[in-house]
T-cell receptor, first 113, second 116 residues
Framework: EDQVTQSPEALRLQEGESSSLNCSYT??????LFWYRQDPGKGPEFLFT???AGEEKEKERLKATLTKKESFLHITAPKPEDSATYLCAVQVREETSGSRLTFGEGTQLTVNP | ETGVTQTPRHLVMGMTNKKSLKCEQHLGHNAMYWYKQSAKKPLELMFVYSLEERVENNSVPSRFSPECPNSSHLFLHLHTLQPEDSALYLC???????????????FGPGTRLTVL
C-alpha cells in the first residue's frame, strides 16, 4: 500500500530561522512528487513537482529536493507570511487514474515575527 | 473568473436535507476530482471524472452522488448526511487523465460543510 508520511506534524520558527520539512514515501512506481501550500479555510496551492531523484526546484524562500525515499522542503529565512500547512503528495502509476495523488497529513508551519 | 471556483463556500445542513456543491474550472482541463479533507487526516480522494465520465469511485457512501455534465462543471449532490461527513470538500482539475501522464492538479477554495 502506498504511504506518505510528513514530519514534523507542526513546526514553529522565528522569522529568519531556516529549517526543513520532510516527506518520506513508500510507493511502487513513483511518477512525481508534489508540494502544496494550504492556508486555513482555503484549497491547496500548487508549489512544485519533482520527478526524479536528485532534482531540485526553488521558488523564493522555498527549495524542494527529492531522493529515492523522501523529499525535503527547505525554507530559508522564513517570514510570517510563510505560515501555512505544507502538503506533500505522490503520484503513482495507475491504469485508470493516471493523475491519482496520495497525500500526507501535512506539516503546519508557524513563523513568528 | 480564473482557476477553479466552488460554491457555496460554507454550508450548514441537517441530516434530512438535500443540497448540492458546485465546482467550475476555467482552465480548459479535462479531468476533475472531488476530495474530502477532515481535521488531522490526509486528503481523501472521493471521485474522479475524465471527459465527463466517472473513472473512479473510492468506496464513497451512496449519500454522496457526483455529476459531471461537461468538462468544466462538477457537482456533488448530498442527501441524508451524517455529522461525521462534516469536512472541507475540495474540487480539483488537471489537464488530462491518462495512465502515466504527469499532470498537476489545481484546487478550488473548498466548501466547508457542517452537518447538524
Amino acid at each position: 500500500e502506498d504511504q506518505v508520511t510528513q514530519s514534523p506534524e507542526a513546526l514553529r520558527l522565528q522569522e529568519g530561522e531556516s529549517s526543513s520539512l520532510n516527506c518520506s514515501y513508500t510507493v511502487s512506481g513513483l511518477r512525481g512528487l508534489f508540494w502544496y501550500r494550504q492556508d486555513p479555510g482555503k484549497g491547496p496551492e500548487f508549489l512544485f513537482t519533482l520527478y526524479s531523484a536528485g532534482e531540485e526546484k526553488e521558488k523564493e524562500r522555498l527549495k524542494a529536493t527529492l531522493t529515492k525515499k523522501e523529499s525535503f522542503l527547505h525554507i530559508t529565512a522564513p517570514k510570517p507570511e510563510d505560515s501555512a500547512t505544507y502538503l506533500c503528495a505522490v503520484q503513482v502509476r495507475e491504469e485508470t487514474s493516471g493523475s491519482r495523488l496520495t497525500f500526507g497529513e501535512g506539516t503546519q508551519l508557524t513563523v513568528n515575527p | 473568473e480564473t482557476g477553479v471556483t466552488q460554491t457555496p463556500r460554507h454550508l450548514v445542513m441537517g441530516m434530512t436535507n438535500k443540497k448540492s456543491l458546485k465546482c467550475e474550472q476555467h482552465l480548459g482541463h479535462n479531468a476533475m476530482y472531488w476530495y474530502k479533507q477532515s481535521a488531522k487526516k490526509p486528503l481523501e480522494l472521493m471521485f474522479v471524472y475524465s471527459l465527463e465520465e466517472r473513472v473512479e469511485n473510492n468506496s464513497v457512501p451512496s449519500r454522496f452522488s457526483p455529476e459531471c455534465p461537461n468538462s468544466s462543471h462538477l457537482f456533488l449532490h448530498l442527501h441524508t448526511l451524517q455529522p461525521e461527513d462534516s469536512a472541507l470538500y475540495l474540487c480539483a482539475s488537471s489537464p488530462r487523465l491518462a495512465g502515466g501522464i504527469r499532470d498537476t492538479q489545481y484546487f478550488g477554495p473548498g466548501t466547508r460543510l457542517t452537518v447538524l
